[in-house]
């Protein structure tokens, strides 16, 4: 159950463009949906992520699969920020 959700539903799809080019940037294969790129990380790490429910996901391989996703998304925010306060 996710429970990060957003506080403006209308941002979704602005934040998966942003999750898909930045997710790019890093090398990952990025198609037609940018939050895939979980399942490429979980499977570098050996981490057993399927589509559907992943009840048997420990909260240490989760973080391990969702942590360079969200991490460089805020990189890549801060770094937006920085410019525009540039400006």
């Known amino acids: 159950m996710a429970r990060n959700k957003i506080l403006i539903p209308e941002a979704r799809k602005g934040l998966d463009q942003l999750k898909g080019r930045v997710m790019k940037e890093k090398g990952y294969d990025v198609n037609d ?3 895939d790129v979980k399942y490429e990380i979980a499977d570098e790490q ?9 009840g048997q996901l ?21 770094k937006m920020a ?5 400006k």
């Open 82 to 86: 920085q410019e525009q306060m540039k």
């Open 33 to 35: 949906d940018p939050n």
């Open 58 to 78: 420990t909260s240490e391989d989760a973080g391990k699969i969702g942590g360079p996703i969200g991490g460089n998304m805020v990189k890549e925010m801060v």
């Open 46 to 54: 050996d981490i057993p992520l399927h589509k559907g429910y992943n």
